[in-house]
């Protein structure tokens, strides 16, 4: 089991930066892929970008890629994504995912393939 707890959303400018975080508490951090999706209103949830294990590769949606940095800190149990360059449609809750991965260099970019949730953090970017 691994509980994950996002932060870091708030409100923000286009233009603007943003750093959320979500930190996981329960078995090992490091035997867990991580992803992060997020869902806007009215919309159904999407990918955002995954990392593996051992951070050795990651992947993002093309509508955050080269403004989005996924990245983890396994001394703090934690999960980041850096954002930059925000959009008006960037506008959704974030939320953080986990699932125990058998290959450490391996991700995973559906929803389904993930078993563990946090309960999201709000990100506004106004225009």
């Known amino acids: 089991q691994v509980q994950l707890v996002e932060s870091g959303g708030g409100l923000e400018q286009a233009g603007g930066s943003l750093r959320l975080s979500c930190a996981a508490s329960g078995r090992s951090f490091s035997i867990y892929a991580m992803a992060w999706f997020r869902q806007a209103p009215g919309k159904e949830r999407e990918f955002v970008a995954a990392?593996?294990?051992?951070?050795?590769?990651?992947y993002y949606a093309d509508s955050v890629k080269g403004r989005f940095t996924i990245s983890r800190d396994s001394a703090k149990n934690t999960l980041y994504l850096q954002m930059h360059s925000l959009k008006p449609e960037d506008t959704a809750v974030y939320y953080c995912?986990?699932?125990?991965?058998?290959?450490?260099?391996?991700?995973?970019?559906?929803?389904?393939?993930?078993?563990?949730w946090g309960q999201g953090t709000r990100v506004t970017v106004s225009s």
């Open positions: 995912a986990a699932r125990l991965s058998s290959g450490s260099d391996l991700y995973y970019v559906r929803g389904n393939d993930y078993g563990y």
């Open positions: 990392i593996s294990r051992n951070s050795g590769s990651t």
